[in-house]
């Protein structure tokens, strides 16, 4: 299965260029990384024509939730991705510093079997 590249653009960042100029594109763990990160960030109901689709991590902040509870939102959404394979199993944990946490997130991106980490810093 051949997959398209994304345009590389990670959140709250500009377009990058490649060094011909032209919009740098994305791949592979990249590719996957980002729509991750999309996903997580992603409030439910943003999306008009997908109204399930994030899970909208910034609304933990400050929240009573447990890491066991953000872990699970997070195993939910990422297994919704197509990038990410399901076995091995995601190894997902919560560090929390007041009000605002960060999840270690270890998966294995489905297209090239490598493994991937993604760190996501949510509150600060």
Do not use: K
């Not at 509870?69 to 190894?91: C, F, H, K, T, Y």
């Amino acid at each position: 299965m051949s997959l398209l590249n994304d345009i590389f653009q990670y959140w709250g960042n500009d377009l990058s260029a490649a060094a011909n100029g032209d919009l740098l594109p994305a791949s592979a763990i990249d590719r996957s990384n980002q729509r991750v990160l999309r996903r997580l960030l992603t409030n439910p109901g943003d999306y008009i024509w997908h109204p399930d689709y994030g899970a909208g991590l910034p609304q933990f902040v400050g929240s009573n939730a447990s890491s066991d509870e953000i872990a699970a939102v997070i195993r939910g959404q990422m297994l919704m991705e197509d990038s990410v394979a399901e076995n091995p199993a995601l190894v997902i944990s919560i560090t929390q510093n007041g009000s605002t946490f960060t999840a270690h997130i270890t998966y294995t991106e489905a297209s090239t079997g490598q493994p991937a980490i993604l760190t996501v810093p949510v509150g600060q």
